[in-house]
């Protein structure tokens, strides 16, 4: 019987039917998805996952791969039927080699991003893949949706920190491709094909990712700004001055703020007061501020900004960025949200949110907008909170026309409806409203490649 082998593959300690043990593990973060499972198995070899992916095969099991279960979009769960196989990757969690010289990692897939960047620090290199969720969500993860975070206007998506992958295919079979080449062009570049795939082509085991020189000392400052358009340009302006030096520009809304005073403990707003807007930005200095706030100075005296603080010392510049991290936390008790979690063209931001706003007003025109983003890749958490009392559950069905409407002007803006989160089972039918025709085709025949019994996190994506 297919769950004593499984069993016998990983051994006690490597499975779980308990369902308080199970519960964390079968609910979305937001709890919006549950599903049910055959069984938890979490190997901790490669040589295990590749026996339990090979069982579940031969019997026509799905095995559902599971991070750190912070994704947004339902790819983890397992579907209701209480059939699928949960492969969780949490026991697969060694470092297995850290070279500084030749600025690389090899991890395995079970690791946490945070323990990733200490083990960089720890040997004078920077890691610079980073999120909210970066204390619980694994590099497995990271790399099956192409992460984004706070870093990718200077160091890339997870997509380009990547320089081999370890992978068990469909049928168990395990693809050995640790490399840790800068170039190589020997045929198709398989490794890309499994980052931000989702769990639907292969089980990433491990991985080799690049390392950086550590940037020294940086300068954290939160500005407030009149307009989000000001971002926009405030970003432009210091570019030209500062160049590739800026490693995060991060645009907050008024409300954001709020939200995280009002729940988060130990915060309290940066300027003591509102502002429309504001950008959290993080900055390579080397020895001297005076750059910094000389650009500062020439942005407030047009009116570009508002008000701008430079953190006196770490413990202050820690207390910003707490704030940001915890603007998803800090929504969760104000009840049901919408999560748009969107691209636009960096121009178009501004006329974005302008009819964004109207859109809004037209359509719900008592519901939140919790907008925050990454002004530097264009990419915007357009996030809409029930109002205050409302049924959740009512605004969420609701919701679907609003959600439309916000997809249908990110579309004619030329953007995309999925930047970050990916499509799990939440989006499948806007992939195809908006990348179907030759797209989708061309994704459909890589799945029925590379998986033809449809084993692997089937219903997610495609
Ligand atoms: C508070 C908060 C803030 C966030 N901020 C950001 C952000 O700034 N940027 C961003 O991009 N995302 C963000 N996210 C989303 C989420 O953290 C990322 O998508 C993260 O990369 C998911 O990692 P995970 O280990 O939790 O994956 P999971 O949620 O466990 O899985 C995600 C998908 O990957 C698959 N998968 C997991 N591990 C493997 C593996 N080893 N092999 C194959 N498939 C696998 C799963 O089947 C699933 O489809 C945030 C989430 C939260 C809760």
């Given amino acids: 019987m297919l769950v004593d082998d ?3 593959i990983v051994g006690e300690k490597g499975w779980s039917v308990d369902a308080d043990e199970l519960a964390p593990h079968l609910t979305e973060w937001r709890g919006r998805l549950r599903g049910e499972t055959l069984v938890m198995v979490a190997p901790n070899t490669t040589a295990q996952v590749s026996e339990v992916v090979k069982a579940c095969a031969a019997a026509d099991v799905a095995v559902v791969p599971q991070g750190g279960n912070t994704g947004l979009c339902g790819g983890a769960i ?8 949960l492969l969780s990757l949490a026991r697969l969690n060694s470092i297995r080699r850290i070279d500084p010289n030749d600025s690389s990692i090899i991890v395995e897939a079970g690791c946490i991003l945070a323990d990733v960047q200490q083990a960089a620090r720890n040997v004078g290199r920077y890691f610079p893949l980073s999120l909210s969720a970066e204390g619980s969500c694994q590099i497995g993860g990271n790399l099956s949706t192409n992460a984004g975070g706070i870093n990718v206007l200077r160091y890339g998506t997870a997509r380009e920190q990547v320089l081999g992958l370890e992978v068990v295919l469909a049928d168990g079979t395990v693809w050995h491709g640790l490399r840790s080449l800068r170039k190589d062009t020997a045929g198709y570049d398989m490794k890309q094909l499994f980052v931000g795939s989702e769990g639907t082509l292969g089980v990433i085991t491990a991985a080799t990712l690049k390392l950086y020189p550590d940037p020294g000392k940086t300068a954290t400052l939160f500005v ?3 307009t989000a358009n000001g971002a926009v340009q405030l970003l432009a302006r210091m570019r030209k001055r500062l160049a590739d030096r800026i490693q995060a520009f991060e645009l907050i809304s008024e409300r954001c703020l709020q939200f995280v005073v ?20 993080e900055v390579i200095v080397g020895d001297s501020v005076t750059e910094i706030e000389s650009a500062l ?44 979690d969107i691209a636009v063209p960096i121009g178009s931001i501004g006329e974005f949110l302008e009819r964004g706003d109207s859109l809004l007003a037209h359509m719900s025109p008592d519901a939140r907008l919790v907008a925050f ?21 009512r605004f969420l069905a609701d919701g679907i026309k609003l959600t439309s409407a916000i997809y249908e002007l990110v579309a004619e803006l030329g953007g995309s409806f999925s930047a970050e989160h990916g499509i799990g089972v939440l989006k499948k039918e806007y992939l195809r409203q908006y990348r179907g025709g030759a797209e989708v085709t061309l994704m459909e025949a890589v799945k029925t490649a590379l998986d033809p019994k449809n084993t692997l996190n089937p219903g997610k994506v495609i």
């Fill in 6 to 8: 499984l069993k016998a």
């Fill in 373 to 393: 983003g990454h002004v530097g890749d264009g990419n915007l958490h357009y996030n809409v909170s029930q109002p205050a009392g409302a049924d959740g559950g």
């Fill in 297 to 340: 100075a020439d942005t407030l005296e047009d009116g570009l900004i508002s008000d701008a603080i430079i953190a006196k010392n770490k413990g202050e510049a820690d207390r910003f960025w707490r704030m940001r991290h915890s603007l998803s936390e800090a929504q969760k008790p104000e009840g049901a949200s919408l999560k748009h």
């Fill in 262 to 281: 009002r729940h988060i403990p130990d915060s309290a707003l940066p300027f003591g007061k509102d502002y429309p807007w504001y950008v959290l930005c």
């Fill in 224 to 226: 407030a700004l009149p």
């Fill in 78 to 85: 397992p579907d209701a039927s209480g059939q699928q196989v």
